[in-house]
């Protein structure tokens, strides 16, 4: 069964940039079937959509985020990850990361909360 | 960007009641190109429903979906003490994908 695995710092600076990885297993993340995404969650609140990518490093983002975030891809590690650039305390958030099949989100990680303080 | 708006925001209900959710888009989500998921608190989102009325792989067939166009309904025809939890609604019809604000569905 197919896990993806959210890993990071937990606490962020304001205005430094925040990377998270997610590590897939059980699935192979260079199938041309799936993007892979990122999405967040702030506490209490709803889900936003972060941004995709494919296996072969085409990449789509939120236009709300486009401009501090960048995603990559790692084949030979089986992983993918994201970075946010400028961080504030509105970025503080739970990230998931999650495997993306005909538009919907079919699995999801477990998530990682991620504080934006100094 | 598609907008989606979810209705009622909380519900209050009893185990064995029928529960009707519902999602508005605010223009209309082609090829019924909207999911629902289940949240549990301190839990990820769970996909149920994919193309307006499809149940997910192992999804209980008391859910289930219905609509079209702009009006999405998700129905729970009796609820199980483990179905009390945030429901979201969410588009792929045009990217970005967007969710709605959610949906709780509370014991009564």
């Known amino acids: 069964q197919m896990q993806l695995q959210e890993s990071g710092p937990g606490l962020v600076k304001p205005s430094e940039t925040l990377s998270l990885t997610c590590t897939v297993s059980?699935?192979?993340?260079?199938?041309?079937?799936?993007?892979w995404v990122w999405i967040r969650q702030p506490p209490g609140e709803g889900l936003e959509y972060i941004g995709s990518?494919?296996?072969?490093?085409?990449?789509f983002y939120n236009p709300s985020l486009k401009s501090r975030v960048s995603l990559s891809i790692d084949t030979s590690k089986n992983q993918f990850s994201l970075k946010l650039t400028s961080v504030t305390a509105a970025d503080t958030a739970v990230y998931y990361c999650?495997?993306?099949?005909?538009?919907?989100?079919?699995?999801w990680g477990l998530g990682t909360l991620i504080t934006v303080s100094s | 960007e598609i907008e989606l708006t979810q209705s009622p925001g909380t519900l209050s209900l009893s185990p064995g009641e029928r529960a009707t959710l519902s999602c508005r888009a605010s223009?209309?989500?082609?090829?019924?190109?909207l999911a629902w998921y289940q949240q549990k608190p301190g839990q990820a989102p769970r996909l149920l429903i994919y193309?307006?009325?499809n149940r997910a792989t192992g999804i209980a067939d008391r859910f289930s979906g219905s609509g079209s166009g702009t009006d999405f309904t998700l129905t729970i025809s009796r609820l199980e003490p483990e179905d009390f939890a945030v429901y979201y609604c969410?588009?792929?019809?045009?990217?970005?994908?967007?969710f709605g604000p959610g949906t709780k569905v509370e014991i009564k």
């Open positions: 999650a495997r993306q099949g005909s538009g919907y989100f079919q699995q």
């Open positions: 223009q209309s989500v082609s090829r019924s190109h």
């Open positions: 969410q588009q792929y019809s045009k990217s970005p994908e967007t």
């Open positions: 059980g699935d192979s993340i260079s199938s041309s079937s799936y993007f």
């Open positions: 193309d307006a009325s």
């Open positions: 990518i494919f296996y072969i490093g085409s990449a």
